[in-house]
Antibody, heavy 119, light 108 residues
């Protein structure tokens, strides 16, 4: 069965970086895009961007350009999202989600990773 | 960027009642690339409806979607206890992807 398993919760200081992983199983990793969506406490869903695991190509939401980096390691079917220069309002649950190529429809989601930014 | 507005913000209903949730887009959503997700506390969202009206795999037929252009509706014909949750609409036809702010369906 399709599974996306994310890394555990993180606590970071303002100005630091965080790298969240998303390990895929149950399907061909390079056959679907991986997207990242975040959700601040009590708030809605915010799309951050995607990575094409086959080519490594990326597309970031304008808000996150220059600030987020999405990568992948096809040998272990894992995608990564790194967010730099963290601020307190980056405190959120970060989700990875699978989507068909060129169609941002999220059929499977990771369990989420809570990132807390606090001094 | 397509802005999605959902109404009402909160819907208070009893089990067995019908729920009607609305999603309005700031511009036409191409090819009805509109989806609905359900999210329960502490869980990731779950895909319910795609293409405005197609149910995702394993979704009960009490959930139905309709609409086109800029106006879309999610209907839950008879609320079950497990249906009390937050529902988000999302357009996925162009970049950037956007979500509506959500409608919370809670128990009256």
């Amino acid at each position: 069965q399709v599974q996306l398993v994310q890394s555990g919760a993180e606590v970071k200081k303002p100005g630091a970086s965080v790298k969240v992983s998303c390990k895929a199983s149950g399907y061909t990793f390079t056959g679907y895009y991986i997207h990242w969506v975040r959700q601040a406490p009590g708030q809605g869903l915010e799309w951050m961007g995607w990575i094409n695991p086959y080519s490594g190509g990326t597309n970031y939401a304008q808000k996150f350009q220059g600030w987020v980096t999405m990568t992948r390691d096809t040998s272990i079917s894992t995608a990564y999202m790194e967010l730099s220069r963290l601020r307190s309002d980056d405190t959120a649950v970060y989700y990875c989600a699978r989507a068909p190529i060129q169609l941002s429809l999220f059929d499977y989601w990771g369990q989420g990773t809570l990132v807390t930014v606090s001094s | 960027e397509i802005v999605l507005t959902q109404s009402p913000g909160t819907l208070s209903l009893s089990p067995g009642e019908r729920a009607t949730l609305s999603c309005r887009a700031s511009q036409s959503v191409s090819s009805s690339y509109l989806a609905w997700y359900q999210q329960k506390p502490g869980q990731a969202p779950r895909l319910l409806i795609y293409g405005a009206s197609s149910r995702a795999t394993g979704i009960p037929d009490r959930f139905s979607g309709s609409g086109s252009g800029t106006d879309f509706t999610l209907t839950i014909s008879r609320l079950e206890p497990e249906d009390f949750a937050v529902y988000y609409c999302q357009h996925y036809g162009s970049s950037p992807v956007t979500f509506g702010p959500g409608t919370k369906v809670d128990i009256k």
